[in-house]
């Protein structure tokens, strides 16, 4: 691997704990595969290194943006991961709320329906101590 990987690696591990949290990010690293690696690697160099990583957005508003879009890709799987991240980069309930509803209109009810559910059950979950 060049240096330019290695750098936006360290680049897209620092800002994905940023966004998702040390927690989130060591579970990832710790399941692992050899299977997985390749992906993971790509998802820390290219999403977090390159596109988060981007001066064009803040985190915040690349954060509402995500949240669109994962409710419009129906991506439940990730809704909550992101909710989580929002709220971490600064944005409110209301605003997610508002982001949720929002997309509603564009992406249809039932997508929107889910990512209310999920984003609750983010609201719902005990802080940790």
Known sequence: ??????????????????????AHVDR?????TEFTAPFQDLITRYAWGDVWARDGLDRRTR??????????????GEIAMHV????????????ISEILLHTAVYAGAPAANSAF???QSVFD???AT
């Open 125 to 127: 979950e005990k802080p």
């Open 63 to 76: 954060s509402c943006i995500t949240l669109a879009v994962l409710t419009t890709l129906r991506a439940e």
């Open 28 to 32: 990832a690293v710790a399941a692992t």
């Open 84 to 95: 989580r991240g929002a709220l971490r980069n600064g944005v409110s309930r209301e605003e």
């Open 1 to 22: 691997m060049n240096e330019s990987d290695d750098d936006r690696r360290a680049t897209g591990m620092s800002v994905r704990r940023a966004v998702l949290g040390d």
């Open 117 to 119: 559910a999920i984003a």
